[in-house]
């Protein structure tokens, strides 16, 4: 009986916890597994890549040839972006103007993809408040939009991917030419499309996303790069989402919608940037 | 003072389980997430005395819940189903073997997975042809998280003496054996 009773109350402590700390058993579980997880992908990345590199073929001496031509390149890049970027900011005082996300990159490694179930389109990363990381913070790789933190605990945040369904994005087209103007729209994630083909929701299936409210009047080209418009405030403007596949007019024949293809390979990150807006106790 | 080995049993277990639920991905050969905490928390309906059944059962919905960013008590709740038609139809059949317990895994991988999307739905509908695809691969899932929740939980209830090794045909233990 004794026994039984320390279990009835580790039941209603869980119980309770569940009812009454719900996020507090979410960062805590996040916490727990954290040291474990950063462990697999440091052995992943380091001791996996170490093996896989001594029973491959690559040339490891040409492609390091090759990068380092890179670098160069890149540092060449890089100096003229300052001096554009000390014009830019000479040119916002003089307009007295705020840039919509004044941010600092953050490199954050993926820890898991989709959760302990994979109903959502997200990723876990190894970045937290710590880190200065918080909830909205975009997340972007070079090829273009991840989505945004939607969680934070100390270590670690959730990302909601682009592609979940409820993931809405401010976005406009790359017009060519003069006299069209800028073509605005929110992006929705995939998932439900009422009037299309049904689909489940799958981790690995890139379903198209569905930009809304486009102009009717503006029928734009397949292929057409879909960027951000700065105005939701999360992202900054001119990063690229995906590009156009097919537009049509909204049933209700008021405003038309188009199918984008995400530019990301969403099912194959290990590394992604974090547009961290705030600065935690380890942030450098 | 008697420690009650089923606590740290349990606790190991669970958090064995969460830890390669979380971490093994789900790919396009296996689209469904490996449910290794039910298999786990099938165990204990099983095999542990009734609060702790019921208690590991609550640990493993919760932690499912919390980590998966599921609503409150979904995978809880369910389980809590679960555990009342297990330990009913363990006075018919089942128990705690291996073989019993992936087929019992198998079959409530396939239940969770229904009941989870029509908790969380998005609109899309559930019953479409592709949802026999992934039931099957939530099926297979299953057998996996099944044998590893009973050979897993039943090497740590060894370990710690909860459970006591088959006894050889002659009625001695082989460790009691003095060779």
């Given at each position: 009986?004794?026994?039984?009773?320390?279990?009835?109350?580790?039941?209603?402590?869980?119980?309770?916890?569940?009812?009454?700390?719900?996020?507090?058993?979410?960062?805590?579980?996040?916490?727990?597994?954290?040291?474990?997880?950063?462990?697999?992908?440091?052995?992943?990345?380091?001791?996996?890549?170490?093996?896989?590199?001594?029973?491959?073929?690559?040339?490891?001496?040409?492609?390091?040839?090759?990068?380092?031509?890179?670098?160069?390149?890149?540092?060449?890049?890089?100096?003229?972006?300052?001096?554009?970027?000390?014009?830019?900011?000479?040119?916002?005082?003089?307009?007295?103007?705020?840039?919509?996300?004044?941010?600092?990159?953050l490199v954050a490694p993926v820890l898991s993809r989709g959760g302990t179930l994979a109903v959502w389109q997200s990723l876990r990363l190894a970045k937290g408040t710590l880190h200065g990381v918080r909830k909205g913070d975009p997340v972007v790789v070079p090829d273009g939009v991840v989505g945004?933190?939607?969680?934070?605990?100390?270590?670690?945040?959730?990302?909601?991917?682009?592609?979940?369904?409820?993931?809405?994005?401010?976005?406009?087209?790359?017009?060519?030419?003069?006299?069209?103007?800028?073509?605005?729209?929110?992006?929705?994630?995939?998932?439900?499309?009422?009037?299309?083909?049904?689909?489940?929701?799958?981790?690995?299936?890139?379903?198209?996303?569905?930009?809304?409210?486009?102009?009717?009047?503006?029928?734009?080209?397949?292929?057409?790069?879909?960027?951000?418009?700065?105005?939701?405030?999360?992202f900054p403007r001119g990063l690229t989402v995906g590009y156009l596949l097919e537009s049509r007019l909204e049933p209700n024949g008021l405003s038309r919608v188009a199918q984008v293809m995400p530019s990301v390979d969403l099912a194959a990150l290990d590394e992604v940037f974090v547009l961290s807006?705030?600065?935690?106790?380890?942030?450098? | 003072?008697?420690?009650?080995?089923?606590?740290?049993?349990?606790?190991?277990?669970?958090?064995?389980?969460?830890?390669?639920?979380?971490?093994?991905?789900?790919?396009?050969?296996?689209?469904?997430?490996?449910?290794?905490?039910?298999?786990?928390?099938?165990?204990?309906?099983?095999?542990?005395?009734?609060?702790?059944?019921?208690?590991?059962?609550?640990?493993?919905?919760?932690?499912?819940?919390?980590?998966?960013?599921?609503?409150?008590?979904?995978?809880?709740?369910?389980?809590?189903?679960?555990?009342?038609?297990?330990?009913?139809?363990?006075?018919?059949?089942?128990?705690?073997?291996?073989?019993?317990?992936?087929?019992?895994?198998?079959?409530?991988?396939?239940?969770?997975?229904?009941?989870?999307?029509?908790?969380?739905?998005?609109?899309?509908?559930?019953?479409?042809?592709?949802?026999?695809?992934?039931?099957?691969?939530?099926?297979?899932?299953?057998?996996?998280?099944?044998?590893?929740?009973?050979?897993?939980?039943?090497?740590?209830?060894?370990?710690?003496?909860?459970?006591?090794?088959?006894?050889?045909?002659?009625?001695?233990?082989?460790?009691?054996?003095?060779?």
């Open positions: 009986m004794k026994q039984a009773k320390l279990w009835i109350w580790l039941l209603v402590l869980t119980l309770g916890a569940l009812v009454f700390w719900r996020a507090g058993v979410c960062g805590f579980s996040r916490e727990a597994l954290y040291p474990y997880e950063k462990a697999k992908v440091w052995a992943e990345r380091t001791v996996w890549v170490r093996v896989n590199a001594l029973f491959s073929r690559v040339d490891h001496a040409s492609r390091n040839a090759m990068l380092e031509r890179d670098v160069a390149r890149l540092q060449i890049a890089f100096a003229e972006v300052e001096a554009l970027e000390a014009e830019v900011a000479r040119l916002r005082a003089l307009l007295d103007f705020t840039p919509p996300v004044d941010s600092r990159w945004r933190v939607t969680e934070v605990s100390p270590h670690t945040c959730e990302v909601m991917l682009v592609t979940d369904p409820n993931s809405r994005v401010a976005c406009e087209l790359e017009t060519p030419g003069e006299g069209i103007g800028v073509v605005r729209g929110i992006l929705y994630g995939g998932g439900a499309v009422p009037a299309a083909q049904p689909q489940l929701t799958l981790l690995y299936v890139v379903e198209p996303l569905r930009l809304r409210y486009l102009a009717r009047e503006f029928e734009p080209a397949p292929r057409t790069r879909v960027v951000t418009s700065g105005l939701g405030q999360t807006t705030g600065r935690g106790a380890h942030a450098r | 003072m008697r420690v009650d080995m089923h606590l740290p049993t349990s606790v190991f277990c669970v958090f064995s389980a969460a830890l390669l639920q979380d971490m093994v991905p789900v790919t396009e050969t296996l689209p469904a997430k490996i449910v290794f905490l039910t298999g786990v928390a099938l165990y204990a309906m099983l095999a542990k005395p009734l609060w702790v059944a019921l208690t590991v059962t609550v640990w493993a919905g919760g932690l499912t819940d919390a980590l998966g960013g599921l609503p409150l008590l979904c995978t809880s709740g369910f389980l809590l189903v679960v555990f009342g038609a297990v330990r009913l139809l363990q006075r018919v059949f089942l128990e705690a073997t291996l073989v019993q317990g992936m087929l019992l895994t198998a079959c409530v991988a396939v239940c969770q997975w229904v009941w989870t999307r029509l908790f969380v739905s998005t609109g899309a509908p559930v019953f479409v042809w592709q949802t026999a695809m992934v039931l099957g691969y939530a099926a297979l899932g299953g057998l996996v998280a099944g044998f590893f929740g009973f050979a897993l939980c039943g090497w740590a209830d060894r370990m710690a003496g909860i459970v006591k090794p088959a006894k050889e045909g002659h009625g001695i233990l082989w460790a009691e054996t003095n060779r």
